[in-house]
């Protein structure tokens, strides 16, 4: 019996969870605003313009892999402004 593939906002969810993050935390990786990744989070579509919507996916892509290798991902238990500064170093050191 075959698994049906994770929608993108369950694939959001998971590295949500699994990678200790915020909503925030992936807006700013993905550089769109917080209400917008909030919304497909939550099952809205990307709608996005396909180069940039296979953008999205290729950095979702990163961070399924970061948490799967655990290089950087779950975020460690900090400050907000740490975070925001480790998200950033992690992001800048792939």
């Known amino acids: 019996m075959s698994s049906r593939p ?4 369950e694939r959001l969810q998971r590295v949500l969870d699994n990678g200790n993050l915020t909503v925030a935390d992936l807006a700013r990786w993905l550089d769109k605003p917080d209400p917008t990744v909030r919304g497909w989070v939550r099952g809205s579509n990307i709608g996005l313009p396909p180069l940039d919507a296979a953008w999205v996916e290729t950095e979702v892509k990163r961070l399924e892999a970061l ?22 170093e992690l992001r800048a050191g792939l």
């Open 67 to 88: 948490i799967k290798k655990k290089r950087g991902l779950p975020v460690p238990r900090m400050s907000a402004r740490k975070r925001i500064a480790y998200m950033s």
């Open 6 to 9: 994770y929608s993108m906002a």
